[in-house]
Nanobody, 113 residues
Framework: QVQLVESGGGLVQAGGSLRLSCVASGSTLIMGWYRQAPGKQRELVASISNSGSTNYADSVKGRFTISRDNAENTVYLQMNRLKPEDTAVYYC??????????WGQGAQVTVSS
């Protein structure tokens, strides 16, 4: 069982930046960030494998950067040039080496126009 603890959400003006962090209680294979806006389905924002391979949603490419520190079991999401449409609850997600999935509690990100 892996537990995920997120931090770093908040309120920012359009064009600003925020950094999300997620610490896992154990080793993971893939870590990522999803988001869910009111009335919308949860969607993948970015993911990163244990070897460093990354994947981004088209809507955040060039603005968001995902990274991880395997020694600290931590994944980060650096969000730059934020837009009001980035407003959502951001969830950390992890897949362990047994291919089980885990979710964090969610972090609110609000971008004002």
């Amino acid at each position: 069982q892996v537990q995920l603890v997120e931090s770093g959400g908040g309120l920012v003006q359009a064009g600003g930046s925020l950094r999300l962090s997620c610490v896992a209680s154990g080793s993971t294979l893939i870590m990522g960030w999803y988001r869910q806006a009111p009335g919308k389905q949860r969607e993948l924002v970015a993911s990163i494998s244990n070897s460093g391979s990354t994947n981004y949603a088209d809507s955040v490419k060039g603005r968001f950067t995902i990274s991880r520190d395997n020694a600290e079991n931590t994944v980060y999401l650096q969000m730059n040039r934020l837009k009001p449409e980035d407003t959502a609850v951001y969830y950390c997600n992890a897949q362990d080496w047994g291919f089980r999935y885990y979710w964090g509690q969610g972090a609110q990100v609000t971008v004002s126009s």
